[in-house]
């Protein structure tokens, strides 16, 4: 069996744990091409139960035992110390010997993030993996790179982002030609500071192959202006969590306005399903992939369920069955002839 059609699943990880990967592998089965197989990484007498409920499944996986699990609230130094041998690192170690096209896994963010680093390497000279964050919109969603993995960032490393997220974009999405704007104080071209100008140069050259917008401001992120924003991980912290709180807030004002008398409380009944539609929008993608190893890693939130880890590991296929890599290489080989002045 090729490895670009074999994924490695940390089965124990995230809060419900084989629960919710085994079954969301079996659900993922019904919309996946019949060649994928999975290499699942965990306890063989906790997995076994759960995979005996679906034969399918069963046929197309293997269990690679181990009882060693890395704990949601281990400190990312502590797992990189003391977590050879678990399921996640055993995931990870399948991408690197080629067994596997990518590794899917529901553990700590800051865990899986060091551990990638340390077993698969970074294939572009960044500190960290950026952090991925799809973006809700008016017209769809919005790839928001860096959330806060790489605070200081020079232009090449903004440049780096654009070319991560464009292509990650492309697969994800399947936008032929994803817009790529930076994150600026205003749209104009005199705006900024040296290394977003710097960038903006660099994008706007032509020298890489990317359909480059311009800047953006905060105001756009919703309105689908471009595909993909780019910007440090400090502001893109901020950025995030502002959102974030925006829209907890929205929620808790629509969700008390709804139960405030008897009348509002019959609209929210004969609204359901309009409401079900909107918190659909508002709710991330749980799959965030992390971007720039020497292989693919994608990481499901910790309290995922068997939808949210199917609907992942739909991501993981989709990734490796595309040239996603390459196209990352070929930019970033146009990146460096254009940082030396080269012709492109």
Request: glycine share 10%; charged share 20%.
């Amino acid at each position: 069996m090729a490895a670009s059609s074999v994924i490695a699943i940390d089965a124990m990880g995230g809060d419900l744990g084989v629960s919710a990967t085994v079954p969301g592998l079996a659900l993922a089965l019904k919309h996946l091409p019949g060649g994928v197989r999975f290499l699942l990484h965990g306890d063989q007498a906790v997995i076994g139960p759960e995979l005996s409920r679906s034969p399918e499944l069963a046929r197309r996986s293997e269990v690679r035992h181990t009882d060693k699990v890395i704990a949601s609230d281990e400190k990312p130094a502590s797992a990189v110390r003391r977590g050879k041998g678990a399921s996640m690192w055993n995931a990870l170690e399948s991408v690197k010997s080629g067994e596997a096209a990518a590794a899917v896994s529901c553990g700590s963010t800051g865990s899986l993030m060091a551990i990638a680093r340390l077993v698969l390497r970074m294939s572009v000279p960044m500190d960290r993996p950026p952090l991925v964050v799809p973006w809700p919109g008016l017209k769809g969603v919005t790839t928001f790179l860096d959330a806060g993995a790489n605070i200081d960032c020079d232009a090449e490393r903004l440049v780096e982002f654009a070319i991560l997220g464009e292509a990650y974009h492309r697969v994800a999405y399947g936008v032929e030609k994803p817009r790529v704007g930076i994150l600026n104080v205003g749209s104009e071209d005199m705006k900024g500071h040296d290394e977003v100008q710097q960038a903006h140069a660099l994008l706007r050259s032509g020298r890489l192959d990317i359909a480059y917008h311009g800047f953006v401001e905060g105001d756009d992120l919703s309105t689908n202006l471009v595909d993909v924003v780019v910007t440090d991980g400090f502001t893109g912290n901020v950025a995030l969590k502002t959102g974030e709180g925006a829209a907890r807030y929205i929620t808790e004002e629509l969700r008390a306005a709804l139960s405030s008398s008897i009348a509002a409380k019959i609209a929210a009944v004969l609204a359901r399903p309009a409401l079900r539609r909107f918190k659909a929008r508002i709710t991330p993608t749980p799959a965030a992939p992390l971007l720039g190893l020497n292989g693919l890693v994608i990481k499901c939130h910790g309290g995922a369920d068997a939808k949210d880890f199917g609907r992942s590991v739909g991501l993981a296929v989709d990734l490796a069955a595309s040239d996603f890599m390459s196209q990352i290489q070929r930019n970033m080989s146009r990146l460096g002839e254009a940082a030396m002045g080269d012709p492109a």
